[in-house]
Structures are given as structure tokens and as C-alpha cells.
């Protein structure tokens, strides 16, 4: 039967599930695009077991029914087409696509093979989508790589009658970003690093509704409906690690300090943790980095406060860099000690908070 | 001593020096970057046995002196500087390098141990060095990868009194660009295709000054001195190749047969030499592709020529796109048979002319 839909949508709607869908699986049926026809719907879903994703395009449709092919060769063929709108001839075996003065045939498989998703009715919670995406992406860089104990990989979200508020730390460094708006969830959970990756490609205008499932959360936006499997296991009590007495305190413009710590670390030995040396005194912040190549300095006039008169520390300087790497502005930088937590907050969105552990010297 | 000079200047020279000097070699002296410093210039010289490189740049130099330092990690420091004016203060085993507020020392190398390299006094030959990139650039995809005999994987030369001409082949297909400007040079040669790559990147604006050395060309261009290896052997004669009689020919726009058999390729099997089929008959092009996947196919209209009514062809669709890819506007596409070289010619420019041979079918 005949489908008539603008190549735009399509290939949008397309993109999102097709960019899950694994290219190459063990498991053949995962790397199926499920076509759903029904009245003026188009619905394309797939999944690669940490996500299931269903996108909704609206679409002229002679007659309701279900169909599976390969997801990538369909996305390649209605990226090339030529045409704005694209004519869709659902056959028993193949499928005719046809734009402009192009036609192809693909080879359909069986839609029994393909990967059954299912989602829920009804959503108890929602936030608004741009917002989510704010938070997931200030912290997601503090998740752990691969080495770590599995909970570190992921970014867990505290949804309570407050305030929403999403955090990641991999035990050297942490970050939570708070959202004033609660989304009518009470309870806490935590998405794997890399669907969190995926959401924040996602979310788009307008509102995300929520719903909690067993083992898993689902988010809808617009026209794309997302399962996310939740990861098992108990996400650190943070909250202990972060320090409130800080000796000395330093308050400069984030960009300078980014762009004088990634001049300075030129010289860092990559071997050794990446090492910038920091010493503040009298209102100066001296930056400096040694390794086989040589050693590099850099000072920055600051705005000093605090009880004791300097502090010498030492950082990994990727980790700073990631830290500085959301903000914009002015940002306070305060030091609980030599070797205890740094904590770096936005003056300009109060709702960030980065805290890093300095490396230990000597 | 100290030199100074411009870092906008610096950061280009070096890069220019320092993309060719290779970052781990099993020859270490190779990996450094050689500094002249005389009378108002500093020199950055480098090679990697295939291609030498000398930079000049005008600098307020206290004292004459030969330094050496690893290229990559001088490179990083240069283009990481905050002001515009860099202070280098050579001393006995180390480099002072200051900029704005920022200072790093680098270590020094023995001089002795860099590659000392030499170029001609005189330059009796000269081109247009935009022209020349022109030339080379139009052609250098037709040569050979890896696997093919040595001289396949070079671009040739052809200077004399009349034009001058850069030709590429791998025996599959062909591409050559005049340039009517003759060199003052009356030679052959073949540039290794990678050093090619490079030479079209530094071309720039003005004289490109030349002159054949023993086993090298040397090219200067504004401030850049460079030496490019030959490759031996016998280029392989490659008029007598291209046919001269075509029963059929079609005239088209570059840029939509290009779009067409990169839709149609979708579907091509990329284990069967990518191959799309043409049809051409009464004024009308058929491009199809056949592969596991299914079927594309695709018409244009075109204005056709010759003896014979129609003609079916094969190729292979990246061969194809490659050749297209130099042109703009009309092409004409002239068919000497089915299993024997097609030309490609631009109605806008006649400098440039691409010869593919047809996959066999059936």
C-alpha cells in the first residue's frame, strides 16, 4: 500500500531511531527498523537494548499494517533522495520508494523478526524537554569511563516534590546541576552515560513527559517516544563528599582561567595525570605544568577572600578543563584544602556546582 | 639570544614545517625541527625523507645560531600563545618562550642530530603556483592506492616549451590537466602522490620557482623552500590508451549526474566493484544499481550524440563520482564502446580530462 510523506520529516524522524539502532548485532533482529502503518501515522521504532525509541511521523496512509527492513540502508537511501516528498509502495517482499526521477526497491524482512517495543499509556510526571537536556549535559562529563565500578558510568536524576536534579561523579570529581522545576516523579534513578549521550541529541522544544517503569524511564517529546533502561545498583551518598569550610576562595572570569590552564598544560606530562600546579597568594593565581619537554607558567590577577593567605594544589588538567568547560562567565573557585575537594560554581547560573579532588604533590 | 617575532607568522610557518616532520620515528633525528637564526630571518627546516622543508620568517634577530627542538611539541606551545608578539630567548639547552603572560621553557636538542638539508642556488624553470596546485589537485585521485605498481601511485609531471601537464593513472581510469603556461623546464618526472598531497596544501598565491635537481624538484613559493623526492621507473604510456573515436557521447550538467549516481549507488553492491549500470538511448540517461539490499534507479534527460543509437555501460560508481568531482557546469561523456575507455571532458574548462574504463558485465 501506498505511503505519502514529506522527505524532511522522514528523514529526521529517520536519523533519530536509525542513530540507536545498532549497524552490525549478534542479534540480526536488532539491527530492524519496525515500519507501523496506521490511520495518518507513520511510526518507525527500533531499539538497541539500553534504548527503545519510537518516532511518529504524520503521513498520508492508504491502509494500516506492519513492516521491518534493515535501518540503515533505508536512512541511507532517504538521506540521497532528490525530492521533497517521498512516495513509500509497501509490498509483501519489497518496498518501492520513490522521490522525483528516483525509484529503488528494498528488500522488506519479516516484521515478526523485528524487535516489539512497548510503552507506557499514561505519564505521572513531566519536565520541560530544553531544561533536561541542560542538566544531563552540564554533569554527564563527570561519569566514569569504562574502568570504573558500573554506578560511576552512569548520571543519576533526584526527581522529588522540590526540585529535579541530576548528578554524576567518577569518586575524583562530581557535578549536579539543579533544576527549580519539579517534575511531579518522586524517586531516584540512574541512565547510563551513553543513553544520557542519546537524550541530549534528543529532547528538543516543548515539554518531556515522564513515566517510571519497571527497570526502566520513559521520556516523550514531540513525536519520539524513549524507553531508557535504568542501571542497577546504589549511587554514592555525594553529598558527604562535598566540603562547606573553604580557607580560600578565588573568584575570576571562566574562560581566562580555561584558556590559561590549556596554554599551561601544554607542557603537562600525559604519563602523570595530566599535573597543572596552582598557587594562589596575594590576589594571583600562578599556573604552572613540568614535564619532559620543558616547564610553562602562566599568572592571573583574582579576586581573593578566605582566612588563610595562599594555597598551593595541583589538578589533573583535563578534569578541570571539563569542569570550566560549561560555564560561561564569572565563577567562584573554592578550595577546602591542599588535598580535600575544590568545589567551582557559576556566579552566572547558580544552578551548576563542579567539585574536583587536586591531585596529591610530593 | 632573542628573537622576535609576529606569532600569527610563527604559528603558519611551523605549521607548515611541522605537518611533515613525522611525530614518532624509528630515526629520531627526524622528528626535530631545525631553527636557523641569521641576520633578520629565523628558518624552520624539517624533512621526512619524501619531502624537504625549509620556512622562512622575517624576525628581529639578536645573534646567528643553529638550535633544535621536537617539532610537535614546539607546534602545540606556538598555537596555544595568548599575545601577539612571541619573545624566544635561545640559550644553551633550553628555549625561553614568552607571550603576554604566559612563559614556558623547552628544551632544547643537539643541532648536529637534526637532518641538515640543502636546496639549489638557482631556479631556472617557474609556474603560476596556484596553477600548478590547480593541476595537481584535478588529478591526483587518479592515482594508484597501495597495492598497485610503485609508479601508479605517482603523479606525473610533463614540462616543456609548449604546456605543462600533470597526468595520474592506476590502469583503471586516467585524469590529465594542461596548463598552456610552459615552465621554462623541459623534463619528466613523477611526484610521489602523497607528496603531492602536501604540495597542493602550501601552494599558495605567486611565482612558484622550480628546478630539477638530482632525484628532486625543488619548489619556492613566497617564504617555503621544499624539495620533493622522485619516484623511478617508467610512467606507463598512456596516450595511446585514450580513444580517439566515439560512437556515442551525451552532454549534461556535471553536478546533476553526480547527485544521480551518488543516489543510485546506494544500492550498489559494494562487493562487486560498486557497480552501476548506464543506459543511454533517444536523448535519455538510465543509471540502476543492483545489490542484497534492492534495486535504485534513476533517468535524466541529456543531448546525445554519434553513430550508434544506444550504449549499456558499467562502472564503478566511486570511479565515476571521482572523476565528476573536479567539475563544474556541462560535461560532455564520450563512449568509445562498452568494455572500452570512456572520457569525461568540461565544457567549462578544457585543461582537465578524466578517462575511465567500464567494469565488464555479464
Known amino acids: 500500500m501506498n505511503v505519502h510523506v514529506p522527505r524532511k520529516q522522514l528523514s ?54 506492519q513492516y521491518a527492513l534493515p535501518a540503515q540502508v533505508f536512512g541511507q537511501v532517504v538521506r540521497a533522495l532528490p525530492g521533497e516528498l517521498v512516495e513509500l509502495n509497501f509490498k509483501d517482499t519489497e518496498l518501492d520508494i520513490s522521490s522525483g526521477s528516483y525509484a529503488t526497491k528494498l528488500q522488506l524482512a519479516d516484521p515478526t523478526n523485528a524487535v516489539s517495543l512497548e510503552f507506557p499509556e499514561t505519564y505521572e510526571g513531566s519536565l ?154 596575594d590576589g594571583s593565581l600562578q599556573i604552572t605544568a613540568e614535564g619532559s619537554y620543558g616547564r610553562s607558567q602562566e599568572g592571573l590577577e583574582v579576586s581573593q577572600e578566605g582566612t588563610d593567605p595562599e594555597i598551593v594544589l595541583a589538578y589533573n588538567a583535563k578534569y578541570l578543563m571539563d569542569a570550566l568547560n560549561p560555564l560561561s562567565g564569572d565563577l567562584r573557585f573554592r578550595f577546602s584544602g591542599t588535598t580535600t575537594p575544590s568545589v567551582i560554581e557559576s556566579l552566572r547560573d547558580p544552578n551548576y556546582l563542579a567539585m574536583i579532588v587536586p591531585l596529591r604533590t610530593g
Open 12 to 65: 529526521e524522524s529517520l536519523g533519530h531511531v536509525e542513530r540507536i539502532i545498532p549497524n552490525r548485532s549478534s542479534n540480526p533482529a536488532l539491527s530492524l527498523m519496525r515500519i507501523t502503518l496506521s490511520d495518518k501515522t507513520m511510526t518507525l521504532s527500533g531499539s538497541n537494548m539500553d534504548i527503545d525509541m519510537e518516532a511518529q511521523i504524520p503521513a498520508d496512509v492508504e491502509e494500516a499494517g
Open 128 to 281: 520541560e524537554a530544553s531544561q533536561l537536556a541542560t542538566a544531563l549535559s552540564h554533569v554527564r562529563y563527570a561519569a566514569a569511563v569504562a574502568e570504573y565500578q558500573a554506578i560511576f558510568r552512569g548520571v543519576k536524576l533526584e526527581l522529588n516534590d522540590q526540585k529535579t536534579r541530576a548528578i554524576a561523579t567518577d569518586g575524583f570529581r562530581l557535578a549536579y546541576y539543579n533544576l527549580a522545576q519539579p517534575s511531579g516523579l518522586d524517586c531516584e534513578l540512574v541512565l547510563p552515560a551513553r543513553s544520557v549521550d542519546e537524550l541530549t541529541k534528543l529532547l528538543g522544544d516543548g515539554e518531556a513527559k515522564l513515566s517510571m517503569g519497571d527497570g526502566q524511564l520513559t521520556i516523550v517529546n514531540k513525536d519520539l517516544k524513549v524507553n531508557v533502561k535504568l542501571m542497577e545498583g546504589t549511587f554514592p551518598d555525594y553529598n558527604r563528599v562535598i566540603p562547606s569550610d573553604f580557607p580560600v576562595s578565588i573568584t575570576l572570569d571562566s574562560q581566562q582561567l580555561a584558556d590559561t590552564v590549556s596554554r599551561v598544560a601544554v607542557m603537562a606530562d600525559k604519563t602523570a595525570n595530566n599535573r597543572v600546579d596552582l598557587f594562589i597568594k
